[in-house]
T-cell receptor
């Protein structure tokens, strides 16, 4: 176990549904990340939160909405997704200000959009 | 702009043979380099890092990587491969444009297949 827990592990949703992905870290870190992993494509950084404030949004469509209520929890709210949004969504955490910046990843949520 | 290249989509090795997974990088600042491994249905797992110091870095599960500044490379190596090493390997470099939280830029990954 890496200390980063993601739920659910698998999610199937229709294009009109609203769902949320949850990430929780037990490492005492103060930075959290959402990544999208699609087949045969590099890992795509979606959102970064540092000290509970969003510091980066890499041109992600508005149908993805992140929320970071505290330093241990990160959500990704999903609505009106498209089939091309089907992917593995990974959450990671790290300690801001530490130059080595090792990121610790959860096991991911496998999302299928029908 | 920072970037990482993993030129091989797949590397095939026989068990017991040495393995190398290649990575080259381009950075505008000091190269902070990382290797991660992803087993099926799992997230990425940290293997090793180079920040400064010795060019040969040792990491988890017997893996090591050699930092070569002149060739801008950071190849992952293991003297004797195991079938259980079969996984997806990612090279990453710290993005110096990403602020203090130190975003990472990942390569596209190399699938390592070790056959008995």
């Amino acid at each position: 176990e890496t200390g980063v827990t993601q739920t659910p592990r698998h999610l199937v949703m229709g294009m009109t549904n609203k769902k949320s992905l949850k990430c929780e870290q037990h490492l005492g870190h103060n930075a959290m990340y959402w990544y999208k992993q699609s087949a045969k494509k590099p890992l795509e950084l979606m959102f970064v939160y540092s000290l509970e404030e969003r510091v980066e949004n890499n041109s992600v469509p508005s149908r993805f909405s992140p929320e970071c209520p505290n330093s241990s929890h990160l959500f990704l709210h999903l609505h009106t997704l498209q089939p091309e949004d089907s992917a593995l969504y990974l959450c990671a955490s790290s300690q801001d200000g530490v130059r080595q910046n090792i990121q610790y990843f959860g096991a991911g949520t496998r999302l299928s959009v029908l | 702009a920072q970037s990482v290249a993993q030129p091989e989509d797949q590397v095939n090795v026989a068990e017991g043979n040495p393995l190398t997974v290649k990575c080259t990088y381009s950075v505008s600042g000091n190269p902070y380099l990382f290797w991660y491994v992803q087993y099926p249905n799992r997230g990425l797992q940290f293997l090793l890092k180079y920040i400064t110091g010795d060019n040969l870095v040792k990491g988890s599960y017997g893996f090591e990587a050699e930092f070569n500044k002149s060739q801008t490379s950071f190849h992952l190596k293991k003297p004797s491969a195991l079938v259980s090493d079969s996984a997806l390997y990612f090279c990453a470099v710290r993005d110096w444009g990403g602020g203090s939280q130190g975003n990472l830029i990942f390569g596209k990954g190399t699938k390592l297949s070790v056959k008995p």
